[in-house]
């Protein structure tokens, strides 16, 4: 196999560049966030935290996001459990808003969570209920 073209790989190629990788990886990122969201994170972005935002839209967004393997609503369901099963509320509550904006409905967010409270546990669900419930009723207010 030619891996200089191995289309499992997403905008990491060989013979891509960093400029071109960062690209893809922010196009994503504006498709999956909203441009409110990035343009609010690259405001805040300073010396301190250049390099990490740098990083994240490259590898997270330019390399595991832009990869054909899985739907975005599949990675939406990943990343929603993982925020879960590690307690990270902002990012939870973040990838809440990013889910619908990947085409999942409230309800499969729902069993996304009741999914979540067998393996991940009860407490870590009723957490994720409430912060979803909250940021659901945002977007609500948001939509009016």
């Not at 972005?45 to 990869?67: K, L, S, V, Y």
């Not at 590690?86 to 808003?97: I, K, L, N, S, T």
């Amino acid at each position: 196999m030619d891996t200089r073209r191995d289309p499992r790989a997403g905008a990491v190629q060989a013979d891509a560049t960093q400029r071109e990788v960062y690209d893809g990886g922010m196009v994503v990122r504006r498709e999956v966030l909203g441009d409110a969201h990035v343009d609010r994170a690259n405001q805040n972005t300073d010396e301190f935290t250049a390099e990490f935002q740098n990083m994240i839209t490259r590898i997270a967004w330019g390399g595991i996001w832009t990869r054909p393997g899985l739907t975005r609503q599949m990675r939406s369901v990943a990343v929603l459990t993982a925020m879960i099963a590690h307690g990270h509320w902002d990012e939870f509550a973040m990838h809440v808003r990013a889910a619908l904006r990947n085409g999942l409905t409230r309800d499969e967010i729902k069993e996304v969570i009741l999914q979540s409270a067998i393996y991940c546990g009860v407490p870590s669900a009723n957490t994720a209920f409430k912060v979803a419930q909250k940021t659901l009723a945002d977007v609500d207010k948001e939509q009016q």
